[in-house]
């Protein structure tokens, strides 16, 4: 099975600066993408940033300018450095990928999650 991990959370002031981090491990089948989302509490889960293995981003206009994602497909890691953190991006960030799963009857695509790194900003 597939694990992520995501570090780099933990609390900043307004403007400051944090770097997440996420590594995939376990069997790993053809990714196309992998990004991150965040959830603030009673808010729905919504999209942060994502890459697809040919390298194009998306991102959330509101991240726009702040925040960079990267990724190494070698490693299937990927980061997100944010700056300029405002109180609005205090979230929990899920680290997520999704690859394709081939079996007997065809293939499939296939969501994992991490498991949350909490990012905090203070004003």
């Known amino acids: 099975q597939v694990q992520l991990v995501e570090s780099g959370g933990g609390l900043v002031q307004t403007g400051g600066s944090l770097r997440l981090s996420c590594a995939a491990s376990?069997?790993?089948?053809?990714?196309?993408?992998m990004g991150w989302y965040r959830q603030a509490p009673g808010k729905q889960r919504e999209l942060v940033a994502t890459m697809t293995t040919g390298g194009s981003t998306n991102y959330a206009d509101s991240v726009k300018g702040r925040f960079t994602i990267s990724r190494d497909n070698a490693k299937n890691t990927v980061d997100l450095q944010m700056n300029s953190l405002k109180p609005e991006d205090t979230a929990v960030y899920y680290c997520?990928?999704?690859?394709?799963?081939?079996?007997?009857?065809?293939?499939?695509?296939?969501?994992?999650w991490g498991q949350g790194t909490l990012v905090t900003v203070s004003s």
């Open positions: 997520n990928l999704g690859h394709i799963i081939t079996g007997p009857s065809g293939s499939r695509y296939l969501e994992v």
């Open positions: 376990g069997s790993l089948s053809r990714i196309n993408t």
